[in-house]
């Protein structure tokens, strides 16, 4: 009886120790003997995207952050300026662009719904002065996205500024230039 149960204590240890030594096999699959050691880190893959982007900076990329992307390690990230989001993926070793896509933001009919009452009093360029008026040091490439949208039973804009490491979402009557709903959102960077 003895020997029965420490043949299968034995047995038990074994397979536990396969078991461990696969599942460390598997984490380690897709990061091909390299170290974090040799990222090139959030600073570096923040230049490598802005250098992209002529006149943007520091204060136009929002997030920024390491991620796993099919396989492999990237800095994935979003840089609004002049009206464009950029969306990127750099690979954390070698600095390559793996992923850029472009999007209008502002002032796109892509953005803006044109079923809305056309009687609104407040001009597109009027709402973005009053909504950068609540932003002291923003300007006109801190915009995100602009929409005038119908809010229970009135035109509204939505009008989102990204400064200073946070997002202001600001609705305004389209009538009136009241401002009727703001949102601040603050961000967090680690560089």
């Given at each position: 009886?003895?020997?029965?149960?420490?043949?299968?204590?034995?047995?038990?240890?074994?397979?536990?120790?396969?078991?461990?030594?696969?599942?460390?096999?598997?984490?380690?699959?897709?990061?091909?003997?390299?170290?974090?050691?040799?990222?090139?880190?959030?600073?570096?893959?923040?230049?490598?995207?802005?250098?992209?982007?002529?006149?943007?900076?520091?204060?136009?990329?929002?997030?920024?952050n390491l991620d796993r992307?099919?396989?492999?390690?990237v800095y994935e990230g979003?840089?609004?300026?002049?009206?464009?989001?950029?969306?990127?993926?750099?690979?954390?070793?070698?600095?390559?662009?793996?992923?850029?896509?472009?999007?209008?933001?502002s002032n796109n009919s892509?953005?803006?719904?044109?079923?809305?009452?056309?009687?609104?009093?407040?001009?597109?360029?009027?709402?973005?002065?009053?909504?950068?008026?609540?932003?002291?040091?923003?300007?006109?490439?801190?915009?995100?996205?602009?929409?005038?949208?119908?809010?229970?039973?009135?035109?509204?804009?939505?009008?989102?500024?990204?400064?200073?490491?946070?997002?202001?979402?600001?609705?305004?009557?389209?009538?009136?230039?009241?401002?009727?709903?703001?949102?601040?959102?603050?961000?967090?960077?680690?560089?």
């Amino acid at each position: 009886m003895k020997k029965k149960i420490l043949s299968i204590t034995l047995l038990g240890i074994l397979v536990l120790g396969v078991s461990v030594a696969v599942n460390a096999k598997s984490r380690n699959k897709y990061n091909r003997n390299v170290s974090s050691n040799n990222y090139i880190g959030v600073n570096r893959a923040m230049n490598i995207a802005l250098k992209k982007v002529p006149g943007a900076s520091n204060s136009h990329v929002k997030k920024i952050n390491l991620d796993r992307e099919n396989g492999r390690m990237v800095y994935e990230g979003e840089i609004y300026y002049n009206g464009q989001e950029y969306e990127f993926d750099i690979d954390a070793v070698t600095g390559d662009i793996v992923k850029w896509k472009v999007d209008e933001i502002s002032n796109n009919s892509g953005y803006i719904n044109n079923n809305v009452n056309n009687s609104q009093a407040i001009t597109m360029e009027k709402a973005k002065s009053i909504a950068l008026a609540q932003v002291p040091g923003a300007n006109q490439s801190h915009f995100g996205k602009i929409e005038l949208d119908h809010d229970h039973g009135r035109a509204v804009y939505e009008i989102e500024i990204f400064y200073n490491n946070s997002k202001y979402e600001f609705d305004i009557d389209a009538s009136t230039g009241e401002i009727i709903g703001t949102e601040v959102k603050h961000y967090n960077k680690n560089y």
